[in-house]
Nanobody
């Protein structure tokens, strides 16, 4: 079965950086879209960034544009989210997503807390 395992979350101060990673296992094919979402406390899950396998295109929410970078290492079945210039409003549980054959798979989430 497909499993996504995330790591890299933690507590940082405003302006700091973190790099999240999500490693997938149980995958037969690597042509799938991967994305990052986040869910702030008491709020709905929201889109953060995505990586389209077919052409390597990336998309970002306006709130993180210019600060976050999504990347993939296909050989390692891993997607990363480099997070720079972090703000308190970035505090959330971050989830990676893989869209495979029309089915969304989710990681367990990793907590990112940005203190002011």
């Amino acid at each position: 079965q497909v499993q996504l395992v995330e790591s890299g979350g933690g507590l940082v101060q405003t302006g700091g950086s973190l790099r999240l990673s999500c490693t997938a296992s149980g995958l037969t094919f690597n042509q799938y879209t991967m994305a990052w979402f986040r869910q702030p406390p008491g709020k709905d899950r929201e889109f953060v960034a995505s990586h389209i396998h077919k052409d390597g295109s990336t998309y970002y929410a306006d709130s993180v544009k210019g600060r976050f970078t999504i990347s993939r290492d296909i050989a390692k079945n891993t997607v990363y989210l480099q997070m720079n210039s972090l703000k308190p409003e970035d505090t959330a549980v971050y989830y990676c997503q893989a869209l495979i054959d029309g089915v969304n798979y989710w990681g367990q989430g990793t907590q990112v807390t940005v203190s002011s």
